[in-house]
């Protein structure tokens, strides 16, 4: 651990803290009676640490003040891309690292499932229970009915190694969040643009406006935010897209109240008008997308192979304007069949035959004739000049304009259109790689941003699955999360329930709650209770673990080595940048590094992961950036300089040739990847089920547009509901109204409200805002309460829980497995008050309050 | 003389409560007690034409505060360089400061049987650091510093603020803390 040298300030800064940060914990608390009757903390007591904030994917820069074995407070480390600022949720972290409510050993259910009864057992006997049969699974019903869930991560590394590992054994995956978090457009980018381009890489510091679409500013990474202020502040333009008042919209140029689900209107039409107002980059759509390139009958592209018997299947035909005739475009040799072909964009064209084709570009502006601001306004609900405004202040100022999302825009039946849409958006208005606009993050090797390429080759199991995919995936010809492995949430729960297309029996959970975050809380609850074998790996007992067989205690992210990034949804400098996160203290009792849990599982299972442990992959990917581990734990943070047009300079590509890591070397605008996966080559816009617009005569029943997936400024996810602080400033799972329609149903501010869909009903605490239309619903997600017992329904998973009541047996994205987590709604006042059991007062909190040194 | 005192600037303040929850870690405050409240002023309109603005709320540091003319026990006090603080030795918890002040920004804390309020971070401000609040928030919303000193950061914001340097209101006690609000019309 690096003790660093105080300096004079320090020395006093510290001094200073010692008097007043051993209140941390509050007076009636032991730690503050034992530390205020000690003597006064002599500096040299304190160590100062530097580290990174994992309380949510923005990976801020803090230090640690630690004394005696406890985290005495955090602040924010300056000097870096997080500029010393941090959110309230980095100042939960010594709570939750000494939390009463901590698990610190091995354990073992005795009781039945929800129980609540568990007995303490080593690693070794938690291990002689767990591998035995993982392995006799694995022999008699095959690999792939051993699925795992990696939530959201307690970091990237953890999900990379549980992904190598499980699917090394022969798992293709099952729970976890690809379906409803960046996963499933990353993966839809990749296939458009070679790799993603739409969260990271917004080159706010000289952007000219930002078009942000259902971000609000309190997902991750504040630090954004001050980007964003200084843009505005030289004069860029900020147009935020949200179906809510936020506090993005608050501070927006131009706010798009859109209705829920209908953004992709919005993207077309943009498109539309970037289009026919003729204002789209020409010489970047012909010469780096693969707009030029004519189209057959049956959709896909015209290629050599197509006019000649045994000619090559990867030259795309074009129409050439220089020489009047067909040329090709080799997507080997990533060369054009003539050096100076100027292939036309649009038009239908001949080829020696006589047949006629469309361009690629003519098709897409066919598909897009239709949406006229007019058009748009119909289904989005924001008024046309609005929507031509916004286009104005995008076409207008690109290139040099960047687009920014949210996760919830991928809640949809058409996410992978909105993400092509919006690549496609890019990539006419000349924004892609281009200052101020969006900066595709390659995964060639280069520094700090190893983490998305340090992976080892697949193993002999892992081929054998891929070629297969289809006996053994879980949602067969359905989603292909990450291009590659199938099974999704929802399709595992069918497949739990259903037994088809097979029964999974191993179930291997860690940094997730699927109960809070999958669709239909009770019905993944059965299906959990379905496993033979059910293992949870976390830092606290939680409503999945409640039905678990073994729990293994997990390490706190600042109780652990890591090389850390800033996560999905940042410009640079943040971005560019890695960091170290080191211990503040060691982890308590037996918990373990949960990356070291899943090595160690590796070695057990005989799984070559590649690396010998973290410290070697660690090394690994920080070459690049010549250096060692040791040295970044002394240095702090590495930022690697911003490049532009890197398409030009082969920087994009591993074969460092120019071009894009796709398919064609090109954007493939057109994308006959996605026609291959269920969907169109071109993006469509398609209605929600359970909306306004497809389902009118249900709004008898359910009168109101219900939505979830507003961030919290206090909460990342299902974490932190045992933090005081945190309960403090967000104290209620909270639904907002408005208060004309708060009004027709009798409902007060703070009153305790029914959200009711056709699939049940939740409750929450009703805050009457205007920020919200009268046609709709926000409700909080992934509440549960650590303060209830297990008994009453595992924590109170479902009773505040929306995700309780959205039926699983819905249409999912087929080419990434995304689905709208909304509907429609009624609510009216819960006579019954508020739920059973849970905190509503301060004092009450003081139970999650961490105790003192030795009286844990 | 001297004059520490902290300008807000609304503008870039996006009410996320950082603030609050940095105080409470850097003074060891009670659970049930702030001494930075996140306000919400807003929204005001019919959807979807709104306006709000997030307001933090702490004490105003008053050049003449009646919480001190009112304290039997001389408990709160104002320091040579302006900052009121409650002496806790002295405080016997009568709450008529709690009536007195103008802004509710005083909280009665049972537990410690005192009144507990913002100190301007005192104990860092005499190590020369900025209290807690300015040196974490994810807007830079805040500036400390000396009035008196017309080459401080405060001075030089309230210079360049001009009209839209706001103040609570005042019943006269001189409120010290400003608030820099350009983008909406001021309503606290």
Same mark, same amino acid.
């Given at each position: ?38 003597? +006064? ?90 591998? +035995?049969?993982? =392995? ?125 689900? *209908? ?39 015209? /290629? ?15 129409? %050439? ?15 054009? *069949? ?53 286009? /104005? ?51 060639? &090797? ?134 170290? /996160? ?129 961030? *919290?400024?206090?909460?990342?996810? *299902? ?29 007060? %501010?703070? @009153? ?36 209830? +017992? ?35 709604? =009624? ?25 003192? &040194?030795?009286?844990? | ?9 609304? %503008? ?36 979807? @034409? ?87 928030? +994810? ?45 909406? =019309?001021?309503?606290?």
């Amino acid at each position: 651990m690096n003790n660093l040298n105080l300096t004079r300030r320090q020395f006093l800064k510290v001094a200073a803290v010692a008097g007043s940060a051993a209140s941390l914990f509050p007076l009636g608390n032991e730690v503050l009676k034992g530390l205020a009757t000690a003597a +006064p903390a002599q500096p040299s007591d304190m160590k100062v640490i530097q580290s990174a904030c994992r309380q949510c994917y923005g990976r801020c820069t803090i230090n640690g003040f630690v004394k005696d074995g406890r985290v005495l407070k955090v602040e924010g480390k300056p000097g870096t891309f997080s500029e010393g600022t941090v959110c309230s949720r980095a100042f939960s972290i010594p709570q939750i690292m000494h939390s009463p409510l901590r698990i610190k050993y091995p354990m073992k259910r005795v009781g039945a499932r929800g129980e609540g009864k568990w007995q303490r057992i080593t690693w070794e006997e938690a291990w002689d229970i767990i591998i +035995p049969k993982m =392995k006799e699974v694995q022999e008699k019903y095959g690999g792939h009915t051993i699925v795992f869930n990696n939530g959201t991560g307690r970091d990237q590394l953890i999900l990379m190694t549980m992904q190598k590992c499980f699917y090394e054994m022969g798992s293709t995956g099952g729970f976890g969040v690809g379906n409803v978090c960046k996963i499933a457009n990353d993966d839809v980018q990749r296939r458009i643009v070679g790799n993603p381009c739409q969260f990271t890489g917004w080159d706010g510091p000289k952007t000219k406006t930002i078009l942000m679409m259902g971000r609000a500013l309190y997902s991750w990474g504040y630090y954004d935010w001050l980007t964003i202020k200084r843009a505005q502040e030289r004069g860029a333009k900020l147009i935020v897209v949200d179906p809510r008042y936020t506090v993005a919209a608050s501070k927006a140029d131009l706010w798009l109240p859109v209705r829920q689900g *209908s953004d992709l209107a919005l993207i077309l039409t943009f498109i539309n008008m970037l289009i026919t107002e003729n204002r789209y980059d020409k010489t970047f759509v012909a010469q780096w997308t693969n707009a030029p390139f004519l189209v057959k009958e049956d959709g896909f592209l015209l /290629r050599q192979s197509d006019l000649v018997p045994g000619g090559s299947t990867d030259q795309f035909i074009v129409w %050439d304007e220089t020489s009047n005739s067909i040329q090709h475009w080799d997507a080997k040799a990533m060369a054009w *069949s003539s050096s100076d072909a100027q292939p036309a964009l649009l038009g239908t064209h001949a080829v020696p035959s006589g047949k006629q084709y469309r361009t690629a570009f003519q098709a897409l502006a066919d598909s897009v004739k239709m949406w006229t601001p007019e058009k748009a306004a119909e289904v989005t609900w924001v008024p046309a000049e609005k929507i031509r405004e916004a286009a /104005r202040l995008y076409i207008d100022n690109s290139p040099g304009a960047c687009f920014m999302r949210g996760q919830k825009i991928e809640f949809s039946n058409h996410s992978s259109s909105k993400s092509h849409a919006i690549a496609i958006m890019m990539a006419l208005a000349g924004n892609l790689d281009a200052e101020g606009g969006n900066l595709v993050r390659p995964d060639t &090797p280069h520094s700090v941003s190893a983490v998305f390429q340090a992976l080892p080759p697949h193993g002999k199991i892992r081929k054998e699955t891929i070629a297969n995919i289809k006996k053994y995936s879980l949602c067969p010809g359905q989603a292909k999360i990450s291009g590659e492995i199938g099974g999704f949430a929802a399709a595992t729960t069918r497949a739990l329930i259903t037994e088809k297309p097979f029964l999974p029996r191993v179930y291997w959970g860690q940094t997730t709650e699927p109960m809070a975050g999958s669709l239909d809380s009770r019905q993944v609850c059965e299906a959990l209770k379905k496993f033979e074998l059910t293992v949870n790996v976390d830092l606290f007992m939680t409503p999945t673990g409640e039905l678990s067989d073994i729990i293994l205690p997990a390490a706190h992210p600042n109780e652990v080595d890591r090389i850390e990034y800033p996560q999905s949804g940042h410009s640079w400098p943040a971005a560019n940048t890695c960091s170290i /996160r080191q211990p503040f203290v060691p982890p308590p009792g037996e918990c373990r590094d949960d990356v070291d849990i899943i090595f160690d599982l590796a070695k057990r299972m005989n799984v070559d992961m590649g690396w010998k442990d973290k410290y070697h992959w660690f090394e690994f990917a920080l070459a690049p950036s010549k250096i060692t581990f040791e040295e970044l734990r002394k240095k702090g943070h590495l930022t690697r300089p911003v490049t532009y047009r890197r398409y030009q300079t082969g920087k994009l590509r591993r074969d460092n040739k120019p071009g894009f890591q796709t398919s064609s070397g090109k954007v493939n605008l057109y994308s006959e990847d996605l026609k291959k996966d269920g969907w169109g080559p071109l993006p469509a816009y398609i209605e929600e089920p359970f909306s306004p617009l497809s389902n009118p005569e249900m709004l008898k029943d359910y009168p109101y547009i219900f939505f979830t997936g507003g961030r *919290s400024h206090a909460y990342f996810h *299902s974490e932190y509901r045992m933090s005081p602080f945190m309960r403090e400033i967000h104290p209620f799972p909270t639904v907002e109204i408005n208060p004309k329609t708060a009004e027709k149903h009798g409902i007060n %501010d703070g @009153d305790w409200v029914y959200i009711e869909t056709q699939h049940g009903r939740c409750k929450q605490r009703a805050c009457l805002t205007t920020a919200i239309a009268p046609h709709s619903i926000h409700c909080d997600h992934d509440w549960w309460f650590p303060e209830k +017992p297990v008994t009453d329904d595992l924590h109170g998973i479902f009773e505040c829980n929306p995700n309780a009541i959205v039926s699983n047996d819905r249409v999912h994205d087929p080419a990434v497995g995304t689905s709208n987590y909304g509907g429609l709604c =009624k609510i009216y006042k819960a006579e019954d008050g508020p739920p059973n059991g849970i905190y509503m007062t301060a004092q009450q909190l003081e139970a999650f309050m961490p105790k003192a &040194p030795g009286r844990e | 003389m001297t004059r520490k005192i902290m300008i807000v600037d609304l %503008d870039r303040c996006i009410g996320c409560h950082s603030c609050a929850v940095a105080c409470k870690q850097e003074n060891g405050i009670s659970l049930g007690v702030f001494y930075n409240k996140v306000r919400t002023v807003g929204p005001f309109g019919n959807y979807p @034409d709104l306006e709000l603005y997030y307001l933090p709320v702490i004490c105003q540091h008053c050049n003449k505060p009646e919480c001190v003319n009112v304290c039997p026990t001389a408990a709160s006090y104002k320091r040579q360089d302006g900052i009121v603080l409650v002496d806790h030795n002295k405080c016997i918890g009568c709450q008529y400061c709690i009536m007195a002040c103008p802004y509710g920004v005083r909280t009665y804390d049972k537990a410690k049987g005192v009144i507990e309020k913002c100190t301007l971070c005192a104990h860092r401000v005499e190590v020369n650091e900025v209290p807690a609040c300015v040196s974490i928030c +994810p807007g830079k919303a805040r500036i400390f510093g000396d009035l008196d000193d017309p080459n401080s950061e405060v001075s030089k914001a309230v210079r360049e603020a001009g009209s839209f340097l706001h103040r609570f209101a005042d019943v006269g006690n001189e409120p010290g803390v400003g608030y820099i609000l350009k983008s909406r =019309k001021w309503r606290s």
